[in-house]
């Protein structure tokens, strides 16, 4: 064993390494740099009930120590996944996390329904979506928004949840904690900041949208900053991301309270990324004479 290995909500990930979802894909382009199995998890391609086409571009921008994305859960439908992205998934040695996203909390119990009866092994849920029978207000930015939706997913499979939590709120310890009282087995954080980037020459916003969502480096400290918050009030695991792009940006994560971390932003940088943090967390790992890579989840010093 490489002193990697961490076990969440059930699940046994050969490192703490994951794909950020709508960062990797499904894994099929990634795979010809490197193969796929070395990694600890793939967080999929945000699915929804039907297909989506997204948002009409432009959809990204970049920004000081980031990006800008409003591409809008474009993807092909979670049946189409099911029929033609997972069974080729499932040929590798690698955790399947399904992230479902819906605009009601009956949406994402179908989904849950759906994937129970396959061989994934954890769903993701995003909850950064708008609620349409409560007047577009993101599931993700109220306790009862949180609460119901996250006990429809439960209701409807046995399979580990984890709630994917947002930002965009005042105190996000308040969500974690209404997320795992309905049932949540672990939560990963933090979700993108809303941001806007404006052409200064036709005076128009950048993207088509208007606003996205606001990832890489310069989130990294807010991140940290949630982990820590959400992992000192929780008693089920952590999953930490936001700005990820180097082993001592993972270590971080793992001193603040993170069990594992995904990395996503930086993949469309550097595609080797995740295959640099494992093996700078083996190093480490040696270096520090641990035995296992978790005897620093959650030490750091206050």
Not at 22 to 49: A, H, Q
Not at 163 to 189: Q, R
Not at 236 to 256: C, K, R, T, Y
Request: charged share 20%.
């Amino acid at each position: 064993m490489s002193g990697l290995d961490v076990t969440i909500a059930g699940v046994h990930f050969k490192n703490p390494v994951i794909m950020a979802s709508g960062s990797f894909g499904f894994g099929r382009e990634f795979n010809e740099f490197y193969p796929i199995d070395k990694l600890g998890g793939i967080s999929c391609k945000g699915l929804t009930l039907a297909p989506r086409e997204g948002n009409a571009p432009p959809r990204v921008a970049e920004t000081p120590a980031g990006m800008l994305n409003s591409v809008g859960l474009q993807n092909p439908g979670v049946d189409k996944f099911i029929s033609d992205d997972l069974p080729w998934i499932k040929q590798h040695d690698v955790v399947c996390i399904s992230n479902i996203a819906g605009n009601t909390s009956e949406e994402y119990g179908m989904m849950a329904k759906r994937l129970d009866s396959t061989n994934i092994d954890m769903i993701e849920m995003n909850v950064s979506c708008p609620n349409v029978k409560h007047g577009g207000m993101q599931f993700g930015t109220t306790c009862e928004g949180i609460s119901e939706v996250t006990r429809a997913v439960r209701k409807n499979t046995t399979k580990p949840i984890i709630v994917k939590l947002s930002p965009n709120v005042t105190d996000i310890t308040e969500l974690a904690l209404a997320a795992e009282a309905e049932g949540a087995d672990a939560l990963s954080l933090i979700n993108t900041l809303l941001g806007m980037r404006i052409d200064i020459k036709t005076r128009k916003p950048i993207l088509n949208n208007i606003m996205g969502g606001l990832s890489g480096p310069a989130v990294l400290p807010v991140a940290v900053r949630m982990v820590w918050q959400v992992a000192n009030k929780v008693k089920i695991p952590v999953i930490g991301m936001g700005g990820i792009s180097s082993w001592e940006d993972a270590v971080e994560f793992l001193m603040a309270g993170a069990a594992a971390v995904q990395v996503g932003t930086a993949n469309f940088t550097d595609p080797y990324t995740p295959v640099k943090i494992i093996e700078g967390l083996k190093k480490y790992t040696r270096n520090n004479a641990l035995k296992n890579i978790s005897e620093i989840t959650g030490k750091v010093i206050i």
